[in-house]
């Protein structure tokens, strides 16, 4: 490691200001960086003093990704990967020390066989709005009493107080292992459009609602124990000799109804007396399925996993199992759906679609495949597919002598909150030759309502090239707002929209969401355009571009390629 004469980016002040911080954490420090946030570079800078024990070096001129890429990979204990990858992406930690001086991660490593608790500080350097380094210490806790605290932080969830994912499992399955002959009932709690409640009341009603539900759900379950599953789901896990389910669920909503800050309507799913043979994980898929089976059956509060909801539990598991095989064999293909110019009719765009075959010649829609993949986290791995797959076909054209326009690719909120988005899809499309602009990324608007780190990941696509188109506008709680604030340069307007052309007030949201779109100089696409009826009003709101079946269906690459000819589409010229 560097002397402190290396740090030559901080003065004597902040310097000062830097080592008080870090002698403050009260741990043993085995590394210390300066990360440079434009480069993503690190360098090393070492205490006066201090001795290397270190369990990170890097070679030179490694990027802070890829050290924690390995870093976690070959030492951070399993439970623990997604949360320090999630933690330590560069831009969520810029943003939170936007906010405050610095912050730190609780973690496990695997050393020798063996578990060490470990902190991860990280300490802005310089002013908050005008900072472009920081400090990255590795520590390990000093004291017995300060592991144990350290492993609490890692089990409990920041905002609720109760258990994590990981550690909710780990503690039901400790529990099924303590008591082998007792039954166990599992309860799944979800807020029914918990969006709603944020869109009316802010994020900090909707966090006071959730840390209520939490506090609440534990108290009621002191005979089990109760974790944090999902945004706003919340599992308890109990000993069903207690009472009956009816009566834990009744009385469950009833004291959520009257005591909760805001007014909400709660949903359970319950999967009573468990297997428990099976993995933690899949019961609570269980729960979750029975909850998903009343999700728009306003008359049942509650409901139970049995034999009908089995069956779709299964065609669940069969796509899962299937996944990495299709993908590996190819039988997930890409489809085509041209985009045209709503006044020349000229081909302007593609938007790139997933379709997947099965060996016997049959196609899975993606209504059923694509919410199952982003239920379980696969859907990061077929976005990846999919747009690596774009890229090639892209650069095959090309060299063919085929040139074509923009082809969009569909990035879900799962690959949005994945680690190294940025970075990972300007790799892959510098890998194929494909300039960014050429490649634009459609975000559906639901991804983004609310959520401040997606906004900012949204702003690094576009600084990195990418376009960005935002997808499904008006599928669900749109907000013209969103057109407002969002880093995009396309609105695609959602079919469920383009459906109410010849309904007074659907006509004028629709003008009203053109005109703000073309004040704020983005463009608008209509998708679903079905009849000549359409097309005219959108064409006569100022509508830029039209997707839909009046000009074309999805079809597969070689359609494509025959479309163009029908439509004397010129792939001479870009």
Known sequence: MSNPSTYRDASLEEKSRLLEIIYAMGCDIKDLYTVNLKN????????????????????????????????????????????????????FVHYELTNKESFHVNYRTVIDGEIHYRIIKCIRVGNKETFDTILVAFASARKSHDRKQMLRDVETDDLTGIYTRQAFMLRARKLLDEFPDSPFDLIVSDIDNFKLVNVLYGEAKGDDVLRFLGEWIKEDFRDGIVGRIGSDRIAAFYFSETSSVADRVGELLAGVKKNSPVDITLKCGVYANVDRSLPVS?????????????????????????????????????????????????????????????????????????RWKTPSGKFVSPAEFVPVFEEDGLIVKLDEYVFRSVCAQMRDWRESGIHVPPVSVNLSRASLHSYGTVRKYRKIAEQYGIPLDRIPLEITESSTIMDERIKNLMRELREAGFKLHMDDFGS???????????????????????????????????????????????????????????????????????????????????????????????????
């Open 40 to 91: 993503r570079e690190i360098r090393p800078y070492r205490i006066a003093g201090e001795t290397a024990d270190s369990e990170t070096v890097p070679a030179e001129g490694v990027l802070f990704d890829d050290l924690m890429a390995q870093y976690v990979k070959n030492r951070v204990f399993s439970e623990d990967k997604d949360l320090l990858m999630r933690n330590l992406d560069l831009s």
């Open 282 to 354: 899949v019961m609570c898929e269980r729960a979750l399925l029975a909850l998903k089976s009343i999700k728009h059956n306003y008359s049942l509060p509650y409901a139970e996993y049995d034999g009908p909801v089995s069956s779709r539990h299964m065609k669940v598991q069969m796509y899962e199992s299937r996944f990495e095989r299709s993908l590996k064999e190819g039988e997930f293909v890409i489809w085509y759906q041209p985009k045209h110019d709503s006044v020349t009719e000229q081909l302007v765009g593609i938007e790139a679609l997933v």
């Open 476 to 574: 669900g709680l749109s907000s013209l707002s969103s057109i407002n604030v969002l880093p995009i340069d396309v609105v695609k307007l959602d079919k469920s929209l383009v459906d109410y052309i010849g309904d007074d007030g659907g006509d004028e949201l629709l003008k009203h969401t053109v005109e703000l779109a073309h004040f704020k100089k983005l463009q608008i696409i209509a998708e679903g355009v079905e009849d000549e009826t359409q097309l005219d009003f959108l064409r006569g709101i100022g509508c830029d571009m039209i997707q839909g079946y009046y000009f074309a269906k999805p079809m597969c690459c070689d359609d494509l390629i025959e479309y163009f000819k029908t439509i004397n589409y010129d792939t001479d010229n870009e």
